[in-house]
């Protein structure tokens, strides 16, 4: 059993390594995106292995399915970089829906935590034994409302996490959960309610239609003034024009950003050396209330152990019986999880 891995960095291949010697199976790292011009590389293999800024598109499908490549393993959770519909009949896609909640939770709170306590600002500082303290009052996160748009695993997390500081959590959802709510500290409302009400705003939901710009300017207006914006999940949940509009006009107090909606020609890669043609990104990061780490809320040892063992699993699953728990499927006009089996 033979797996094309693209978009590989040094991260990936120890847990990656392990996990295929213990399964029996060869895996072949590209370090380059898949994409309409590197996917004849998938020429031979039985699958491919795709991240989060890889390209499948109807073009890409079609010449795996030309290639005879029957699966497409995303070693991530999220797969709005895939045409679902184009895929449908073609290839089987399998996912990893689930990691590491604490993560990516934990991220976004060492984001918010960082920002509003000026640690990054500190710490350049006290390395040029600057010891002052002017401009670096932040505030007590106890007591504040934070929104949280999304309560799948993640969210859920972080909704603990925001408990554990003494915070009032609104939560919007479009499918809630209900056992999380306890009506008075935690409570789900409207995503209108949500947006005036709350002090901090954490996105923890996947990328669909009804989810693109979810905080767009329309959104912003309704928001306090003085929002905080915490994105770790996709960037196109979050319109960065509008959101640069409403940082320049103090609507919005600071943006916590661990991704972006035009990241993938950028996040992984060193750019230090290249002037940054994208003038929204170079705006955004040289706004002083606003953080951007490279997609990293997902980094940890823990996580990339069980990302690597779950998608050489499906792997191995899907060809030795024919179907993989983790499947997506296209039917009836949207993606779900493939219950029976049998998807195609």
Do not use: W
Not at 22 to 29: A, C, F, H, L, N
Not at 317 to 325: A, E, I, P, V
């Amino acid at each position: 059993m033979k797996i094309a891995f693209f978009d590989a960095k040094s991260y990936d291949r120890p847990a990656f390594d392990k996990y295929a010697a213990e399964y029996g199976v060869t895996v072949k790292y590209f370090e380059t995106k898949l994409n309409e011009d590197t996917v004849y590389l998938s020429a031979g293999y039985d699958a491919v292995c795709v991240f989060v800024n890889d390209t499948v598109n109807e073009a890409v499908i079609d010449r795996l399915y030309e290639m005879n490549v029957r699966v497409l393993a995303l070693r991530c959770a999220g797969f709005n970089n895939v045409d679902m519909k184009h895929a449908f009949g073609k290839i089987h896609v399998l996912r990893v829906p689930a990691y590491s909640p604490y993560a990516v939770a934990e991220h976004a709170m060492a984001l918010l935590l960082t920002s509003i306590r000026r640690i990054h600002k500190a710490y350049i500082r006290t390395k040029e034994f600057n010891f002052s303290l002017k401009n670096l009052t932040g505030f007590d996160l106890h007591g504040k409302t934070v929104g949280i748009i999304g309560t799948g695993k993640i969210g859920r997390v972080f909704v603990d996490i925001c408990k554990g500081f003494g915070m009032k959590v609104l939560a919007y959802d479009k499918y809630p959960a209900e056992e999380i709510s306890d009506g008075e500290n935690v409570r789900y409302t409207s995503l209108g309610e949500l947006l005036s009400q709350s002090d901090i705003i954490s996105l923890h939901c996947p990328l669909t239609e009804e989810t693109h710009y979810i905080i767009d300017e329309n959104a912003l207006d309704k928001c306090k003034t003085g929002v905080i914006i915490i994105n770790t999940s996709r960037g196109a949940l979050v319109d960065a024009e509008a959101l640069l509009k409403a940082i320049k006009s103090r609507k919005v107090g600071a943006a916590c950003l661990d991704v972006y909606e035009e990241e993938s020609e950028l996040f992984f890669e060193d750019n230090s050396g290249h002037i940054l043609e994208d003038d929204t990104l170079a705006r955004l990061i040289s706004m002083p209330n606003v953080i951007v780490t490279s997609h990293q809320a997902f980094l940890t040892g823990e996580a990339l152990d069980n990302i690597a063992e779950t998608t050489v699993k499906n792997v191995v699953t899907f060809f030795n019986s024919g179907h993989c728990q983790n499947e997506l499927c296209y039917k009836d006009n949207q993606v779900s999880d493939c219950k029976d089996g049998k998807c195609f």
